[in-house]
Nanobody, 124 residues
Framework: QVQLVESGGGSVQAGGSLALSCEID?????????MGWFRQAPGKEREFVAA???????RYLDSVEGRFTISRDNGENAVHLQMTSLKPEDTAVYYC?????????????????WGQGTQVTVSS
């Protein structure tokens, strides 16, 4: 369990871009945690978006692969999500998450640390 702080989010037009960032609060050294993003839209279940482990392996939701890029620097306690070609269906609250080092799960229950969430709204 670690404290996660998201930044970014906001409102953009369809086809636009937006970047999200997440930091582990209170730490300045590198972290081995798997880190990623979930999202939840009104009336829909919580949905895995992307994750990356300390070795640099990445997983993406099929509908965002090729449009979203997750990245991390092992020398910093942060993970980033660069979102391009945004669509109205990407509108959701996005949550930064962290899981046990060495894993790369897609199940929400495997992520033990969650940020407060940040709203992303894409208008058509």
């Amino acid at each position: 369990q670690v404290q996660l702080v998201e930044s970014g989010g906001g409102s953009v037009q369809a086809g636009g871009s937006l970047a999200l960032s997440c930091e582990i609060d209170g730490r300045t050294f590198g972290s081995p945690y798997t880190m990623g993003w979930f999202r939840q839209a009104p009336g829909k279940e919580r949905e895995f978006v992307a994750a990356t482990n300390w070795a640099g392996r990445k997983r993406y939701l099929d509908s965002v692969e090729g449009r979203f890029t997750i990245s991390r620097d092992n020398g910093e306690n942060a993970v980033h999500l660069q979102m391009t070609s945004l669509k109205p269906e990407d509108t959701a609250v996005y949550y930064c998450v962290a899981a046990t080092p060495g894993t790369l799960p897609i199940e929400a229950r495997e992520y033990k640390s969650w940020g407060q969430g940040t709203q992303v709204t894409v208008s058509s």
